[in-house]
C-alpha cells in the first residue's frame, strides 16, 4: 500500500508490500508521487505474478543450464543443482517461508557445513533469477530461517582442516597399491606431495606446458583457483624437488595432451579405496596438499616463496599450514632463514606477474600469425 507525507517542500512517496523491502522516492509534485506509487505497485504485482508461474526445481535447473554449464569448473555446483531441480520440482515461491527454510535444512543428512554450502548453491541461483528471469524472492523468509538455523548448530562453517599425514601411513598407502590399480597412484601422490597441487590442476597439466631454461624446470599451472578470475589464472611454477623426474616418468599417449590423463573424481576415488584398504581414517586426497606446504615452511621456504608455489593470493590463507607452535620460537626462526625486504617481495611478485604476461603476448602473436596465414592472397 502506497502512502504520501508532505515534508518541507517535497512529497515523500511510500511503498510498503509484505515479503518486499519499503521503498520510498521523493518528489517536487505530489501528481508524480501517486505516479510513482502506482508504478511500483504494479510493477511488485507483476513480479509476484511471474514467480508463482515458476517453481524452486525450474528456477534450479535453468540457472543450472543456462549459467553453470558455461562453467566448465563449476562441477559440483552442476551436480547439486541437478538433484535440487528434481527435489524441488513442485515447491513453489510463494510456499518459501522461514519454516520451509529451517525443515528443508534439518532434512539434509548431512554435516552443518554441508547444509551451508547447499543453502549457498541455492541462494546463489535465487539471487541470479531475480536479475536475468524477474523472478521475485522473499530474502525476508529466507534471513528468518537462516538466523534459527544457525542459533540451532544446523547451519556452521567449514573448519580449516590441519590434517597431516602420520608416520607410517604414506608407507601404507603405497603398500595399498595393487596390480589392480591402473593409475600411477604411487607419482601421482608423489607429485602431489613435493608441489602441493590441488588434484585438479595435476590433471590439467600438458607436456607442452614444460619448459626448460638451462638447469630450471618449470610447468604452467593453468586456471588456477581464484574467487572471482579462474579462467585464464595462469601460473608459471617450478618443477621442485623429484616432480620433473615424476613427470618423465609417464607415458605419452597420442592425441593426449595431460601428463595425467585421469579426472579428479576417478583419483579421489582411487584414494578413498586406498586409505580403506590401509586402514587410515580421517586422511583426504586434499591432505597432501596440506602436507606438502607445510613441508615447504619446514624446508625453510618464506610465505611468499610458498604462495608462488601453492597459487595463493592471500597470503593470510597460508597460516594455517605453517602448524608454527608457541614453543617452536625457542628454536630461533622457522629455517633460519631472514625474512625479506620489501623491495625483494615485490621484485618475486612483479617476476611472477611478468612471465605470465610474457606468456600471454606469447599467445596472442601465435594467434596473430594464424589469422595471417588464413588471410586471402592480394589479387
Not at 599417449?253 to 587410515?280: D, N, Q
Not at 583426504?284 to 624446508?299: G, V, Y
Request: hydrophobic share 40%; proline share 3%.
Amino acid at each position: 500500500m502506497g502512502t504520501i507525507v508532505k515534508r518541507g517542500e517535497r512529497w515523500r512517496a511510500v511503498v510498503r508490500k509484505k515479503g518486499h523491502k519499503v521503498r520510498t522516492k521523493s518528489f517536487k509534485k505530489k501528481a508524480h508521487a501517486n505516479t510513482w506509487i502506482t508504478a511500483t505497485e504494479n510493477n511488485l504485482e507483476r513480479r509476484v505474478v511471474l514467480s508463482n508461474s515458476q517453481t524452486l526445481g525450474s528456477v534450479l535447473d535453468k540457472y543450472r543450464t543456462e549459467v553453470i554449464e558455461k562453467r566448465s569448473f563449476q562441477t559440483k555446483t552442476h551436480h547439486h543443482l541437478k538433484r535440487f531441480a528434481t527435489d524441488f520440482e513442485h515447491v513453489e515461491f510463494k510456499d518459501m517461508s522461514a519454516e520451509w527454510w529451517v525443515s528443508t535444512a534439518q532434512s539434509w543428512e548431512v554435516s552443518p557445513q554441508s547444509r551451508k554450502r547447499y543453502m549457498s548453491v541455492i541462494t546463489s541461483a535465487l539471487s541470479s533469477a531475480e536479475t536475468l528471469w524477474d523472478t521475485q524472492v522473499d530474502w525476508l523468509a529466507y534471513k528468518k530461517g537462516r538466523a534459527l538455523l544457525v542459533k540451532l548448530g544446523v547451519v556452521a562453517k567449514s573448519k580449516a582442516r590441519v590434517r597431516r599425514l602420520r608416520p607410517g601411513e604414506l608407507e601404507k598407502l603405497k603398500a595399498a597399491v595393487g596390480p589392480g590399480v591402473t593409475m600411477p597412484m604411487l607419482d601421482i601422490m608423489d607429485f602431489m606431495l613435493e608441489l602441493g597441487m590441488r588434484e585438479a590442476e595435476v590433471c590439467r597439466l600438458k607436456w607442452e606446458d614444460l619448459q626448460f631454461n638451462g638447469k630450471t624446470a618449470m610447468i604452467w599451472v593453468r586456471d588456477r583457483k581464484h574467487p572471482t578470475e579462474k579462467i585464464g589464472n595462469d601460473w608459471n611454477v617450478p618443477l621442485l624437488g623429484d616432480s620433473l623426474a615424476i613427470i618423465k616418468r609417464q607415458k605419452k599417449v597420442v592425441g593426449e595432451p595431460r601428463i595425467f590423463p585421469w579426472s579428479p573424481g576417478s583419483i579421489g576415488a582411487c584414494f578413498r579405496r586406498l586409505t580403506k584398504a590401509a586402514g587410515i581414517i580421517g586422511l583426504h586426497l586434499h591432505d597432501l596438499r596440506h602436507e606438502a606446504i607445510s613441508r615447504l615452511f619446514e624446508k625453510g621456504f618464506q610465505i611468499q616463496e610458498v604462495a608462488l608455489v601453492s597459487g595463493h593470493f592471500d597470503w593470510a590463507s597460508l597460516r594455517i599450514y605453517t602448524n608454527i607452535q608457541a614453543e617452536d620460537l625457542h628454536r630461533g626462526p622457522v629455517g633460519g632463514k631472514k625474512t625479506k625486504s620489501k623491495e625483494q617481495l615485490e621484485l618475486i611478485t612483479l617476476r611472477a606477474e611478468m612471465d605470465r604476461m610474457k606468456e600471454k603476448v606469447k599467445l596472442l602473436q601465435e594467434f596473430n600469425a594464424s589469422l595471417d596465414t588464413r588471410a586471402p592472397a592480394p589479387a
